[in-house]
């Protein structure tokens, strides 16, 4: 089973070209989600979070995403604290996901493969990019949100450059039918490697 992560940075439209390689017939993970609901589910985490953070950590027995996001952009310290209480169990529970699928490739969509040192994990990589305004106006209309927040995001991340050079295919995306047209000829590359 050939294991490909997707990455990107945000606003890159990593998400819409995942999902259309799903619709394809390709398993989809997005780790993203799964440690969302990993941390609202897991007593373990919960205990662990609630440890850290306070008893604000969680808000009507839901993660409280707000306040956590205030907490780790104010101390980086708090992330990597954050991370390594979740990312060993949305590892473990990817393992198990992985276990029950039967396609010849799957997708697994990452926000920070490289900035965590995770490309190893991977087969391949496709990285999608974009340019930055295009990025910042697909967030604003997207998130409700404001440009400072959203550049202290991207600046938070490796610059697309730096993850093209360790990435096995790229999709840029400043069109989306374009965009979808290469991500169908990667995916044709990949199931013909996967056939090898």
């Not at 990993?38 to 707000?66: C, H, Q």
């Not at 104010?74 to 604290?81: E, G, P, V, W």
């Not at 473990?92 to 396609?103: D, E, G, N, P, V």
């Not at 490796?158 to 790229?170: A, G, I, L, T």
Request: overall charge positive; glycine content about 4%.
């Amino acid at each position: 089973m050939i294991i490909v992560g997707i990455t990107g940075g945000i606003g890159s439209g990593k998400t819409t070209i995942a999902k259309h390689l799903n619709a394809l017939g390709v398993p989809l993970y997005v780790a993203d989600d799964e440690a969302k609901a990993l941390m609202n589910r897991s007593k373990v985490i919960r205990r662990k979070l609630t440890a850290i953070f306070g008893e604000n950590a969680y808000k009507n027995d839901e993660l409280n995403r707000t306040f956590l996001a205030k907490k780790i952009f104010a101390d980086k310290s708090m992330l990597a604290k954050m991370n390594a209480i979740v990312h060993p169990k949305v590892a473990s529970h990817f393992k198990r996901w992985l276990k029950k699928q039967k396609a010849p490739y799957i997708l697994k969509e990452a926000a920070i493969i490289f900035e965590n040192g995770l490309q190893d994990n991977y087969d391949y990589i496709i990285t999608v990019v974009a340019d930055k305004d295009l990025r910042i106006e697909r967030l604003l209309k997207r998130d409700n949100s404001n440009k400072e927040k959203i550049l202290a995001i991207i600046n938070n991340q490796w610059p697309d450059s730096k993850k093209m050079e360790q990435s096995d295919f790229v999709i840029t995306n400043n069109n989306l039918n374009s965009a979808l047209l290469d991500a169908e000829k990667i995916h044709q590359k990949i199931l013909k490697l996967s056939s090898k």
